[in-house]
């Protein structure tokens, strides 16, 4: 094990190779936080095949691709598929559900659409002020004249972690009123500390030996940072953006306790009337919803990745 | 009242909350752990199993906990049950995905030793692998436990127990004086539980980690 993995809470954040990253990052409550203890031991290879571990053959050899072709058929079909199969399956349950005066008024003038919309909203907005924070703060953070500072950004990230969501925002919309406010700052805060988490695990994890030979061939140091230092780390980065978008729609969800509207709207309301065709549409969407961000935010993960870190079959 | 009256004239209903948060996390993790180390002995050799295995409990961890026990109260009702399946679904994906690569990366040569000395694969599963294994294992469990205080609060909105209800009936009187009060002990208490659990694996960590392979 490495070093930094010997108190297991910091092991939870370290870096996560471009090898397993996909099957991990980027999800709900943990962040990328969960894969890293068995790597220290294990080393990126730890898992076979990149990114969500889909039953697949070995990828292509990476010479002559064009980006497209990085990602196997599969993964661009099967995902899409299931979702479309199961929002049809809804639908066609829908069509001969009893629907009474309440669930038809919980859904009826557009609120379903409404709520999707502002669920899509509290999470695309979210995680931009999340990266904006995150990543220029974890940049900062590795820099040589604040990097005694890091350790305690880590430690208050750890501790940000045992806080529960739901107590987070409930504490916001009494201080700053219920509203839409609350609940994205609340989404934001709680979002913020994975990515910086991840963010300077990636800087970190760069081959000193990269950098000082950047610097030796005379680069400036803000040329090493964006010529080097960040590229390498894109994966680790882009792993953080995964997270912090599946964060969010999860997050997002509990926006309707502080009266912020989205999705876990028609959750609540169906759970709150016992209305089970309002619940079962409201989770239903919300699923979907995360599955299809998860899987946009994996294709990105690997169309962005630099092609020469590309992992070789 | 202030936060420290609250706490006083409420410590028995606090206590309580706490103690059902506390043992609910408790039980889905050994539930969660047991299941995630069998399944992790049963898919480790197998690379489509594995992924498998992995795929389908880092999709459960994509679903929202709120949708995730919605979906779970048409079938269950609301109340405990739907609470345990889901703190124990959630919990799954890290100790599952830690116990495969932990597996994995038992060094074959000493695996090969062991059966060259007449151990049985039981044996060598039992006294070989996975106590090599289990430092990655718990530190799965200790990534699953903070994640499930957390989704344990969510799911007091379908009536489950623990200190979730807390902050939900602070949330139900919003503006009156006990709201910020209620919030509070309920969110501080459920920081300072994941804590001591944290306290507790790493104690446990000391004391079964083998000694061979403590760093």
Redesign the interface.
Known sequence: ?SGKD????D??YGPHGPG?DG??A?????GG??????????GPD????PD????RPAPPPPARRSPLSRIGWQRLTLLPALLILLLLATWLWFQQAHLDTISTNAISGGQVTKALWQHIQLTVISTFFVLIIAIPLGVLLTRRAFRKATPIAMTIAN?G????????L??L??WLG?GTKAALIGIIVYAVLPVLANTIAGLKANDPTLVEAARGIGMSPLGVLGRVELPLAVPLILAGVRTAL?LN??TA??AT??GGGG??VL??T??TNQR?PV??L???L??SL??LV?WLASLAEVLLRPRGLEVEA | MNFWEYLGTRHQQLLVDAYQHASAVFQCMVVATLIGVVVGVVTYRTAWAANLATLTTSTILTMPSLALIGLLIPVVGLGVAPTVIALTLYGLLPITRNAIVGLRGVDPALVDAARGIGMSRTMRLLRIELPLAWPPILTGIRVATQMLMGIAAIAAYASGPGLGNEIFRGLASLGSKNALNQVLAGTLGIIVLALLFDAAYVLIGRLTIPRGIRD
């Not at chain 1, 980027?26 to 943990?30: E, L």
């Not at chain 1, 730890?46 to 095949?49: F, M, Q, R, S, T």
């Not at chain 1, 969500?52 to 039953?55: M, N, S």
């Open positions: 094990m010997d108190d297991g809470r092991g939870g397993t099957l991990g980027g999800k709900p409550d943990v936080l969960d894969l890293d203890g068995p790597e220290g031991l294990d730890g898992l076979g095949p969500d571990g889909t039953a501790m972690q045992a806080t529960p969501a739901i107590g987070l409930a504490l919309v009494i219920t599946v729609v999860g969800t509990l306790f502080g999705l876990g959750i609540t169906g759970i089970m619940l079962i409201g989770a239903v919300t699923i995360a599955l998860d």
